[in-house]
Every structure is written in structure tokens, then in C-alpha cells.
């Protein structure tokens, strides 16, 4: 199936920890994003790359980094976790035009 | 990037058509209008897209005036099913990225 698949779907960790998420997409898209949607269900993009090449950083705090290693995979650092990156993380990706995103199913990050 | 503004709920019942109206005044000329439909535990999927006019599809119909600081999603006969928050975006053009804003929650009632 062609499709945006983002991995884990929970993960719940102890403050201070690092943890990853995965995503990849099999769409042939030129464009991966990662979103935060937060208790508030505000949808507020992270992160844009475009060909392996980061192209939007929405003043996020410097413990998230994202890694792209090609095209179709762009994984999501957290660096010391705290209680307030407790959300909902989507991966998406769109064509080189951009008018149309594909989400993933998102991860629920809970930080306790 | 085009800011919108679109009602934060609205209800309806089972049958009836709803029509969700989005405000995008400093929309850019190469900006295209992009409606996405979120439900709980999933990611947005897109529904609709559109420049001007009118664009239909098997799932609705977006409604954009000559002046395009202004859309509307017509969603024909709800369903409980299309409970859901439907979110309005304006973007695309010049490879500019879309950007989220509220959006609307829809409740369908039987």
C-alpha cells in the first residue's frame, strides 16, 4: 500500500530520555514535514525537508532534530524529554508542488 | 503565508448539507485552497482542493467566489460518520507550504 507509516503509534517514557520516531513514505513525495498537535488539537508544523535538505525549522527547541538519511525517511529526535512534548506527532509528506500533504497516523508521545 | 479564519464548531443532523465557510483574505494569486478532514486518532486526510470556481468530487464541493478571500466546503447529506474537524488551508503556490489553522469541528447528530 502507498502510504505514510510512522512508527511507534504510543510511546510513553520517563522525563529526561531520548527517544526516536520513524516515518517513511512510499509515494515517490520530495517533501517530509513533521507536525505537533497538542492537547488543543492545534496542528503546528515542526519541521520541513526537502530532498534530505532542511528547509523549515519553526523555532522549535534544539532537543528535537530530525534525521533524514534519503528521500523517502524522515525520523524525529527527542533529545531530554519533558512533560510538556507530550503530544500527537504526524509525519507527512507531500509532491515538489506541495498542494497536497499525506499524513501518517501519528504517535502519541506521552512524557510522564 | 495566508492566514484563515473558519468557524471553531458547528452541528447538523444526519441527511442535511453542511457548508463550512473559510476566510483567507491576503490570499496570494498562486495560493490554491486546500480542505483536509481529521478524526480522532488519525492523521488529516485531504478531501478537496481548489484555484476558483466550483470543484466537486465524490466526496464534496468547494465553493471559491471571483475574489478567492473566501472558500466554502459542501459536504451533501452528513452522515454520522463525517464527525470530524475539517481544517481550511491556503498555500501551494511558488512552493510556498501549507500551514494549519483551527479548524472546524463538525458534530453530526442522528
Known amino acids: 500500500d502507498t502510504a505514510v507509516s510512522q512508527t511507534p503509534k504510543y510511546l510513553v517514557t520517563q522525563m529526561g530520555n531520548d527517544k526516536s520516531i520513524k516515518c517513511e513514505q512510499n509515494l515517490g513525495h520530495d517533501t517530509m514535514y513533521w507536525y505537533k498537535q497538542d492537547s488543543k488539537k492545534f496542528l503546528k508544523i515542526m519541521f520541513s525537508y526537502n530532498n534530505k535538505e532542511l528547509i523549515i525549522n519553526e523555532t522549535v527547541p534544539n532537543r528535537f532534530s530530525p534525521k533524514s538519511p534519503d528521500k523517502a525517511h524522515l525520523n524525529l529526535h527527542i533529545n531530554s524529554l519533558e512533560l510538556g512534548d507530550s503530544a500527537v506527532y504526524f509525519c507527512a509528506s507531500s509532491p515538489i508542488d506541495k498542494r497536497g500533504y499525506t499524513f501518517g497516523s501519528g504517535t502519541r508521545l506521552t512524557v510522564v | 503565508l495566508a492566514k484563515t479564519t473558519q468557524p471553531i464548531s458547528m452541528d447538523s443532523y444526519e441527511g442535511q448539507e453542511v457548508n463550512i465557510t473559510c476566510s483567507h483574505n491576503n490570499i496570494a494569486t498562486n495560493d490554491y485552497i486546500t480542505w483536509y478532514q481529521q478524526f480522532p486518532s488519525q492523521g488529516p486526510r485531504f478531501i478537496i482542493q481548489g484555484y476558483k470556481t466550483k470543484v466537486t468530487n465524490e466526496v464534496a464541493s468547494l465553493f471559491i467566489p471571483a475574489d478567492r478571500k473566501s472558500s466554502t466546503l459542501s459536504l451533501p447529506r452528513v452522515s454520522l460518520s463525517d464527525t470530524a474537524v475539517y481544517y481550511c488551508?491556503?498555500?501551494?503556490?511558488?512552493?510556498?507550504?501549507?500551514?494549519f489553522g483551527a479548524g472546524t469541528r463538525l458534530t453530526v447528530k442522528p
Open positions: 488551508l491556503v498555500g501551494g503556490g511558488n512552493n510556498n507550504d501549507m500551514r
